[in-house]
């Protein structure tokens, strides 16, 4: 990369990385002069990344999070965390952690999520972005005001406040609204969404049925089965199981620079899978009706591991409940204690219209999932999915908003040609891969071909 704005400072990036949680996040003043800032809505890795992207190219901007610090999602302590006690990575480190702040080479190649809470926080100590973040808050409106954007913010210190501010950056992620399906008849045990699941002592002689096979379902019938009196998952659709490791190393680092055409790719590497992890269907699951890497794979072959040792049962999917008993498609019926629904999420922006995101069908529909239309002043980071696409990738999305706004500041003839571009139409994200019609997947890309895109675009803004 020419420009220097992208040179990479991974060789001055400190290996050993301090965290001392001191006094941090305890900021009670109010944000001022806000007509001429942007607001980052979120504390994740798409807000960590907004916000230092933000700070290097000089854009004033003030950070909001619900929570209590930075982490989103992994900071388990957060109001909105998904996070359960055993949850990990599912990518390796190297692959998915920030190039200019690489996690301590001692970290071990899947961190959990404690440490990945340590790392957003030591990313954010370093790169000294609490200077510019009110925690405690939550956003109750973001709406169009003018030119401009009126925020409404809460927190239980100052009330209700609302503020207008140049340009908003929405980076709330996309794991916060419970996607809970409907069924017939009633289960009179409990049940519960694995976003509200947080240790394994819940299911303590239970019995216990999961519903749904992703990432999460898998490791939470994992865990259930060092519990529970009976442990079972239900499954409606056919899944690729990848190891985490291959010939020791983490999976995701083997083959890295091989690049073969997508369907000699599809082919070889589902013959991989079955050489490594099995038949996923002699485990009792249905056979995919579809071909690797069109819907994202589960990274988990511990429950293969259980399920060849009888503690967990594949069940088939649910035709109605009755009481304590579930009754499944094929006919087969199981009594449970307790059910639950690891059935993904729903894409939720609730403080913001959905006539404000142009959304269309299951998502918004934005240029490279980041830009609206029409407006020039609202951007949505973090909304995108890809296999191994990780933090830099949405750092990239970061880089590239950044210097949007300063190039259009600037009146730079390459920002005015990108904000021409940005209203359509859109680019072909998908690297040639019939990707699943799921709601989870609507945002999905390629990611080498959504990377090199959002680069090359951002390379194409001289400042």
């Known amino acids: ?12 990036a400190p ?3 301090i965290s001392n949680m001191a006094n941090f996040n305890n900021r009670t003043a109010t944000p001022v002069n806000t007509e001429n800032k942007y607001a980052v809505i979120g504390a994740g890795p798409a807000g960590l990344s907004g916000s230092k992207a933000l700070k290097e190219l000089g854009i004033d901007f003030d950070g909001f999070e619900m929570g209590s610090d930075f982490g989103g999602l992994w900071n388990i302590e957060n109001p909105l965390s998904t996070m359960y006690n055993s949850a990990h990575l599912i990518s390796s480190k190297t692959t998915t952690e920030f190039k200019d702040f690489p996690m301590p080479d001692d970290a071990p190649d899947y961190p959990s999520h404690k440490l990945m809470r340590k790392y957003f926080i030591d990313y954010a100590k370093n790169f000294k972005l609490y200077d510019n973040y009110f ?9 169009k005001f003018g030119e401009q954007w009126k925020v409404t913010v809460s927190n239980a210190e100052t009330g209700t406040n609302t503020y207008i501010y140049k340009g908003v950056i929405i980076a709330n992620g996309t794991l916060a609204k419970p996607n809970i399906p409907t069924f017939e008849g009633n289960f009179t045990g409990e049940i519960i969404h694995s976003a509200k699941y947080k240790k394994a002592s819940v299911f303590e002689g239970k019995r216990v049925l999961v519903i ?16 529970a009196k009976k442990a079972d998952i239900s499954v409606r659709r056919g899944y690729y199981f990848v190891p985490k490791y291959v ?44 071909k690797m890497y069109e819907s994202h794979p589960v990274v988990n072959t511990l429950i293969l591991h259980h399920i060849g040792q009888g503690d967990i049962n594949v069940q088939k999917d649910i035709e109605r409940f009755e009481g304590k008993m579930v009754h499944f498609k094929d006919g087969h019926s199981e009594e449970y204690d307790m059910i639950v629904l690891a059935t993904g999420y729903k894409l939720d922006f609730p403080f913001i219209d959905k006539e404000h995101l142009n959304w269309s069908g299951m998502a918004p529909d934005l240029y490279l999932k980041i830009f609206h239309p029409q407006y020039d002043n609202l951007f949505v980071l973090g909304m995108v999915e890809a296999a191994g696409l990780g933090w830099e990738g949405r750092y990239e999305q970061a880089k590239l908003v950044a210097r949007y706004i300063k190039g259009m500041e600037l009146e730079k003839p390459s920002a005015k040609s990108f904000q021409k571009k940005k209203a359509g139409p859109q680019p072909d994200l998908s690297g ?17 071909t959504y990377r090199g895109m959002v680069t090359k675009e951002a390379k194409s803004i001289k400042l």
């Not at 990369?1 to 001055?12: D, G, R, T, V």
């Not at 749904?212 to 519990?227: K, L, Q, R």
């Open 212 to 227: 749904g096979a992703g990432n999460s379902g898998c490791d939470i019938v994992v865990d259930a089965v060092h519990h």
């Open 1 to 12: 990369m020419n420009n220097q704005s992208f040179i990479s400072s991974a060789e001055k």
């Open 15 to 17: 290996k050993k990385h």
């Open 432 to 448: 040639g891969y019939n990707y699943l019609k799921l709601e989870r997947m609507s945002f999905y890309v390629h990611k080498d």
């Open 247 to 290: 010939f020791g190393k983490p999976s995701d680092t083997i083959g890295g620079k091989l690049k073969l055409p997508r369907r000699i790719k599809q082919k070889f590497d589902n013959m991989l899978l079955k050489w490594f992890t099995g038949d996923p269907e002699r485990f009792g699951f249905p056979k995919p009706k579809y």
């Open 135 to 143: 925690f405690h808050t939550k956003i109750e409106k973001v709406e």
